[in-house]
């Protein structure tokens, strides 16, 4: 997996940079990404302060969890009725 180089604060305070009047192309310049990385972020964190940004991430993965979860349960689910209905061909659930 690819490390990070920058954490949740160093992203915000690029933004705030650039919402503050900096040319985009001499911000990237200086903090050593490219312009597609620039925008990337800013549709991702734009408006949002570290906090923010912090707990909509924890939020995500914590949805993104129960999401893998739900699916995993529907699959036992699915399962456990399939080898039933082949036990007991009479009897529907």
Do not use: C, H
């Amino acid at each position: 997996m690819k490390r990070k180089r920058f954490s949740v604060e160093q992203i915000v305070a690029v933004l705030k940079q650039g919402e503050l009047g900096l040319p985009v192309a001499d911000l990237a310049r200086q903090v050593s990404i490219s312009e597609q990385t620039f925008y990337r972020w800013k549709s991702q964190y734009a408006g949002l302060e570290s906090d923010q940004v912090r707990e909509f991430k924890q939020l995500s993965e914590e949805n993104a969890r129960l999401k893998n979860l739900v699916a995993e349960l529907s699959l036992n689910k699915t399962v456990s009725q399939d080898v039933l209905s082949k036990r007991f061909p009479g009897q529907r659930s």
